[in-house]
């Protein structure tokens, strides 16, 4: 999509269209749309948390090992000086493996109840 919006803008001007034309790849929703509900507001992007003086980290589906160098960085010296590190990932990756508690999620269907 990104490559056609050009063509995109075009064609809507042709007709008088005021709507804006935009495009964003699947995991870019996912690096806009985290920070308001990760960080309770909306954040710039370089934006890193207080790593340095955290005592526990909580990291849900993410591997900044793989997504930001910054981040596993900081969270490798904030472990180094003896923050704790809890993961929830279906994969023990990354700093997943020197995580004092690692949750692994199995994704898959809901198992049934079964009631008595």
């Known amino acids: 999509m990104s490559d056609s919006v050009d063509w995109l803008m075009r064609l809507k001007r042709a ?9 964003m790849e699947l995991c ?11 960080y309770g507001e909306p954040v710039p992007g370089v934006y890193l948390p207080d790593l340095d003086r ?3 980290i909580l990291y849900w589906g ?5 997504a930001r160098l910054a981040h596993a960085t900081a ?3 904030a472990l180094r000086r ?3 590190l809890i993961v929830v990932d279906p994969r023990r990756a990354g700093l997943a493996s ?3 508690h690692w949750l692994r999620v199995r994704p898959g269907p809901t198992p049934r109840l079964r009631w008595p």
């Open 15 to 23: 007709f008088g269209c005021p709507n804006l034309v935009a495009s």
């Open 54 to 56: 955290a005592g526990c």
């Open 75 to 77: 969270t490798t010296a």
């Open 28 to 38: 870019g929703w996912g690096r806009f749309r985290h920070r308001p509900y990760t």
């Open 82 to 84: 003896g923050a704790r």
């Open 98 to 100: 020197k995580a004092d």
């Open 62 to 66: 993410y591997n900044p090992s793989v």
